[in-house]
């Protein structure tokens, strides 16, 4: 069915912006940008984004597998070697796919989809499935399998399962602890060995690892885990200074390296620290400046699966500058400064979250829902 998109929570489009949006099958709801603070999500917004996610847990084909095959017996099937996470295009977007419908279910019980979303829940995350999930970390050559972004999606996952009062979420998150067991294990193993930081805009971000493994670590009591993030933050990023975020974005980022950093220092430091570190670290911001730090970044084809990462880029530049934002004074010139960029980064993004094309579809959905759902500083 197609529907013209209507306006999305939190940053709007006006009326006759939104009568310009091209039609397209299951679109999200339309964003305003007469807001300047990006707002909570609808019902109908969750309904459509469930759509797209449930569109493509089950989705096997196509497939970019992150596998090292060590003999011929390693060539199987996706879903014969990750039962749980085989749709989605890639196994960290089967991950998010997963936290979205469980962070969609607790938002709106209620939601028209909520049936399907618990057969595509029981079906996908069995404690068989997800042993063999656990199972395959211990392989020879898997060591950096998903690191650290999978790792950190899967954390979010058994994080959201962990906080849910709900029967079938109880089991599911049974299921899912060996896992979660397991990858927080490995955080506490390798980055200790990892000497400096990588300040990519893409999966191996170490600021963006660190972010969410510090949620998981605060929300399931696990002290180990959220003292190493802290001390690995500090000594990765506290004493950065002009960050070269002049220079952003590289031309498939979904992260900003800057405000990921900054998004991660808001959670470890206490909030006068933050506020010295983030003068230091990004001296321009109370002027308005790195502008292309500020302004959305433009994406010219929705269908390669490259440049669509900048979709992503502009909704995770709006989380982080809406939480960096929540962690200053409301007196605070940057404070005004970040919650402005942030809702015309949501504007330019959430219209395109449903863009008809797999590319971006299999995976930007999370990002808008966390960036809709997530309380400024979570």
Same mark, same amino acid.
């Given at each position: 069915?197609?529907?013209?998109?209507?306006?999305?929570?939190?940053?709007?489009?006006?009326?006759?912006?939104?009568?310009?949006?091209?039609?397209?099958?299951?679109?999200?709801?339309?964003?305003?940008?007469?807001?300047?603070?990006?707002?909570?999500?609808?019902?109908?917004?969750?309904?459509?984004?469930?759509?797209?996610?449930?569109?493509?847990?089950?989705?096997?084909?196509?497939?970019?597998?992150?596998?090292?095959?060590?003999?011929?017996?390693?060539?199987?099937?996706?879903?014969?070697?990750?039962?749980?996470?085989?749709?989605?295009?890639?196994?960290?977007?089967?991950?998010?796919?997963?936290?979205?419908?469980?962070?969609?279910?607790?938002?709106?019980?209620?939601?028209?989809?909520?049936?399907?979303?618990?057969?595509?829940?029981?079906?996908?995350?069995?404690?068989?499935?997800?042993?063999?999930?656990?199972?395959? @970390?211990?392989?020879?050559? %898997?060591?950096?399998?998903? /690191?650290?972004? !999978?790792?950190?999606? +899967?954390?979010? #996952?058994? *994080? $959201?399962?962990?906080?849910?009062?709900?029967?079938?979420?109880?089991?599911?998150?049974?299921?899912?602890?060996?896992?979660?067991?397991?990858?927080?294990?490995?955080?506490?193993?390798?980055?200790?060995?990892?000497?400096?930081?990588?300040?990519?805009?893409?999966?191996?971000?170490?600021? @963006?690892?660190?972010?969410? %493994?510090?949620?998981?670590? /605060?929300?399931? !009591?696990?002290?180990? +885990?959220?003292? #190493?993030? *802290? $001390?690995?933050?500090?000594?990765?990023?506290?004493?950065?200074?002009?960050?070269?975020?002049?220079?952003?974005?590289?031309?498939?980022?979904?992260?900003?390296?800057?405000?990921?950093?900054?998004?991660?220092?808001?959670?470890?430091?206490?909030?006068?620290?933050?506020?010295?570190?983030?003068?230091?670290?990004?001296?321009?911001?109370?002027?308005?400046?790195?502008?292309?730090?500020?302004?959305?970044?433009?994406?010219?084809?929705?269908?390669?699966?490259?440049?669509?990462?900048?979709?992503?880029?502009?909704?995770?530049?709006?989380?982080?500058?809406?939480?960096?934002?929540?962690?200053?004074?409301?007196?605070?010139?940057?404070?005004?400064?970040?919650?402005?960029?942030?809702?015309?980064?949501?504007?330019?993004?959430?219209?395109?979250?449903?863009?008809?094309?797999?590319?971006?579809?299999?995976?930007?959905?999370?990002?808008?829902?966390?960036?809709?759902?997530?309380?400024?500083?979570?």
């Amino acid at each position: 069915m197609r529907r013209t998109i209507a306006a999305l929570a939190g940053c709007t489009l006006t009326a006759a912006a939104a009568m310009l949006i091209p039609a397209g099958p299951s679109r999200p709801a339309e964003p305003d940008a007469a807001r300047n603070e990006v707002g909570k999500m609808t019902r109908e917004q969750a309904s459509a984004f469930a759509k797209l996610a449930l569109k493509g847990v089950r989705k096997e084909y196509p497939n970019k597998p992150a596998d090292v095959l060590n003999s011929d017996k390693d060539v199987r099937a996706t879903r014969e070697v990750h039962p749980a996470f085989y749709g989605c295009f890639d196994w960290h977007s089967s991950v998010h796919g997963h936290w979205m419908l469980v962070r969609l279910l607790r938002q709106f019980p209620d939601l028209p989809e909520r049936k399907e979303i618990r057969a595509a829940l029981a079906e996908n995350l069995t404690a068989k499935n997800l042993k063999a999930e656990a199972d395959y @970390f211990a392989r020879p050559n %898997a060591q950096s399998f998903e /690191r650290p972004y !999978g790792w950190a999606w +899967l954390l979010k #996952l058994a *994080e $959201e399962l962990h906080g849910w009062d709900d029967a079938d979420g109880k089991e599911w998150s049974r299921n899912v602890k060996p896992l979660a067991d397991a990858l927080a294990a490995r955080y506490l193993a390798y980055f200790p060995k990892q000497t400096y930081p990588i300040r990519t805009g893409v999966h191996p971000n170490t600021a @963006f690892g660190l972010s969410f %493994a510090h949620d998981y670590a /605060r929300a399931v !009591g696990n002290k180990e +885990l959220r003292e #190493l993030v *802290e $001390e690995r933050a500090r000594a990765y990023f506290a004493k950065d200074a002009d960050l070269p975020a002049r220079w952003e974005p590289d031309g498939n980022d979904f992260f900003s390296p800057s405000l990921t950093e900054a998004d991660l220092m808001r959670r470890v430091l206490p909030a006068d620290d933050f506020r010295a570190w983030l003068r230091r670290a990004l001296p321009g911001l109370e002027k308005g400046e790195p502008k292309n730090l500020l302004e959305p970044a433009k994406v010219t084809d929705r269908s390669d699966p490259q440049l669509v990462h900048l979709d992503g880029l502009n909704l995770s530049r709006a989380w982080c500058m809406r939480s960096v934002a929540a962690a200053l004074p409301k007196d605070d010139p940057v404070r005004k400064v970040l919650t402005e960029s942030a809702a015309r980064h949501a504007d330019a993004a959430l219209r395109h979250v449903a863009s008809g094309d797999y590319a971006g579809e299999h995976w930007l959905a999370s990002f808008a829902v966390y960036l809709l759902s997530a309380p400024p500083g979570d």
